[in-house]
């Protein structure tokens, strides 16, 4: 499946301003970097969130962080370990 046909003509005629389509945007954005983090810890602790780990490093919840973007200001939840080895 390509990108372009994720999202169809029709999908985007719900948004009636800019300012709707920069909201819908900015949400995107911040779920994509929120996922990116998390698949990078997993990639850190060396297995996918919900299983089992034998290692003593494992995750810890999140922190808020405030970012900057195209979009204006994001507050994005980012995945934390134990050890505080994840950056």
């Known amino acids: 499946m390509k990108k ?3 999202i169809s003509d029709d ?7 800019h300012e ?6 900015k949400q ?3 779920r994509g970097i929120e996922k990116m983090l998390e698949g990078e810890l997993d990639s850190h602790l060396d297995y996918d969130k919900y299983q089992k ?7 810890n919840g999140h922190t808020k962080k405030k970012i ?14 134990r050890e505080a080895s994840f950056n």
């Open 11 to 17: 999908f985007l005629k719900q948004f009636k301003t």
């Open 53 to 59: 780990s034998t290692d003593a490093n494992v995750r």
């Open 68 to 81: 900057k973007t195209s979009f204006g200001e994001s507050e994005i939840a980012v995945p934390r370990d």
């Open 28 to 30: 995107i954005q911040k």
């Open 20 to 25: 709707e389509l920069t909201g819908f945007l």
């Open 4 to 6: 372009d046909d994720l």
